[in-house]
């Protein structure tokens, strides 16, 4: 079996998901890497909300967290290359971050300390208005260089096909789809499509068998049997 990477890994949350619904994903992810170079960025529902209300903003108050996190285990593992593994929506806000190019006002510089993002049922492609915001920012400044500089693995479950003419979870996986890419009739996580998960220039990958949200009693990329099967990427 291949060895696994023992970079110091940062796992940073999905759009309204919070730091504490990832303590399991670390722990099965100290299997193959050092607990203590494992971090969860500190996120809250409030800081994708806003208050008073404002989702435009929140890939901004999200990277402010994330940047902390990075510089935090960039002190502690100086030289050593660091792995985001970002799950949903979370993926576009660390590419928008390590883009280096200014989103609303706010630009980071620290991106020469990540050598790869892993993401997790992260839609890159998506007509919802608010993840636009982001989506539409990376298909302006990403180039073919970025990928020299910092690798791209996306990876994506195929779980559940979308339909309205089968049972209720095939009809809620349709009206999910047809949300994020504006189809319904597709595979996906359960929650966002596959091919919504493309993005030109990564290493693109489709998995079976497990879902997108974080809750309890559910076979999500964070479970020991999610890892199990992306840990190679790792």
């Known amino acids: 079996m291949k060895q696994t990477p023992q970079n110091p890994i940062v796992i940073l949350p999905g759009v309204l998901f919070w730091d504490g619904l990832y303590a399991g ?24 909300i806003g208050f008073p209300p404002s989702p435009e903003r929140s890939t901004n108050r999200v990277m402010v967290a994330l940047d902390r996190t990075i510089a935090s285990m ?20 660390a590419l928008v971050y390590l ?5 609303q006002g706010d630009v980071y510089k620290r991106s020469s300390a990540v050598g790869k993002l892993l993401a997790l049922g992260t839609p890159f492609h998506t007509t919802e208005h608010y993840a636009r915001i ?4 990376i298909n302006r400044h990403l180039t ?3 990928f020299d500089r910092c690798k791209v693995v996306s990876v994506v479950s195929d779980q559940y096909t979308g339909s309205l003419e089968k049972g209720l979870v095939e009809r809620m996986c349709y009206m ?37 949200l ?4 559910t076979t999500w990329y964070g479970t020991v049997e999610g890892i199990e099967q992306w840990i190679q990427w790792l």
């Open 99 to 103: 883009l280096e190019r200014p989103f």
């Open 25 to 48: 994903m670390k722990k099965a992810l100290a299997a193959y890497v050092s607990g203590e170079k494992i971090a969860i960025v500190p996120v809250h529902v409030h800081d994708w």
């Open 176 to 212: 999910f789809y047809k949300n994020v890419s504006g189809e319904g009739n597709v595979a996906g996580d359960g929650i966002v499509p596959v091919k919504s998960c493309f993005l030109k220039g990564a290493e693109n990958v489709t998995i079976s068998g497990i879902e997108h």
């Open 74 to 93: 960039r002190q502690r593992y100086p030289g050593e290359k660091i792995t985001i593994v970002a799950h949903s929506g979370g993926g576009t806000v």
């Open 134 to 137: 982001k989506t539409d920012f």
């Open 144 to 146: 073919t260089g970025f």
């Open 214 to 217: 974080p809750t309890p009693h």
